[in-house]
Antibody, heavy 113, light 112 residues
Framework: QVQLKESGPGLVQPSQTLSLTCTVS????????VHWVRQHSGKSLEWMGR???????SYNSAFTSRLSISRDTSKSQVFLKMNSLQTEDTGTYYC???????WGQGVMVTVSS | DVVLTQTPPTLSATIGQSVSISCRSS???????????LNWLLQRPGQPPQLLIY???RLESGVPNRFSGSGSGTDFTLKISGVEAEDLGVYYC?????????FGAGTKLELK
């Protein structure tokens, strides 16, 4: 069955880089897009970017200068890297398959020294 | 960016009551390919969002048919015909017609 699972550090220091991995199963990354979405505690959802099935990427301009999304199709993994982290980047990060039908459980990231 | 305005922000309902949630877009969500990429999600406490409705009115597989979606252009509605206890949580509309994709602020459904 279709599954997505996020992994990465729970704590990141300010100004450092966040690296997250979304490992998928039950579908091919060359057939479906994968999104990254962030949620601040108790708040709504924020679209960060997308890895298209053809390997292209799209980003929310709110993150463009510091966000990078890549993938390794042989490992069925999509990666998120975001630099210059600040405390306001604290939240839960989700990966989700297009068209929002499947989500990972999310990984909570705290930015703090 | 497209702004999705959801109303009401909070909804109190009794079991069995029918309720509706509105999602209004700051611009038309009709894509040039003829599709309208407006979906509805439910997020239960401590859980990731779950897809209920896609392309305005299509029921996701496994979702009870008490959920229905309607609308066009900039005005959309999610209706629950007979609330059940498992329906409690926060409902979001999301649009994927225009990048950056955007979510509504959410409507919290709680028991009266």
């Amino acid at each position: 069955q279709v599954q997505l699972k996020e992994s990465g550090p729970g704590l990141v220091q300010p100004s450092q880089t966040l690296s997250l991995t979304c490992t998928v199963s039950g579908f091919s990354l060359t057939s479906y897009s994968v999104h990254w979405v962030r949620q601040h505690s108790g708040k709504s959802l924020e679209w960060m970017g997308r890895m298209w099935s053809d390997g292209d990427t799209s980003y929310n301009s709110a993150f463009t200068s510091r966000l990078s999304i890549s993938r390794d199709t042989s490992k069925s993994q999509v990666f998120l890297k975001m630099n210059s982290l600040q405390t306001e980047d604290t939240g839960t990060y989700y990966c989700a398959r297009n068209f929002w039908g499947y989500w990972g459980q999310g990984v909570m990231v705290t930015v703090s020294s | 960016d497209v702004v999705l305005t959801q109303t009401p922000p909070t909804l109190s309902a009794t079991i069995g009551q029918s309720v509706s949630i509105s999602c209004r877009s700051s611009q038309s969500l009709l894509h040039s390919n003829g599709n309208t990429y407006l979906n509805w999600l439910l997020q239960r406490p401590g859980q990731p969002p779950q897809l209920l409705i896609y392309l305005v009115s299509r029921l996701e597989s496994g979702v009870p048919n008490r959920f229905s979606g309607s609308g066009s252009g900039t005005d959309f509605t999610l209706k629950i015909s007979g609330v059940e206890a498992e329906d409690l949580g926060v409902y979001y509309c999301v649009q994927s017609t225009h990048a950056p994709y955007t979510f509504g602020a959410g409507t919290k459904l709680e028991l009266k």
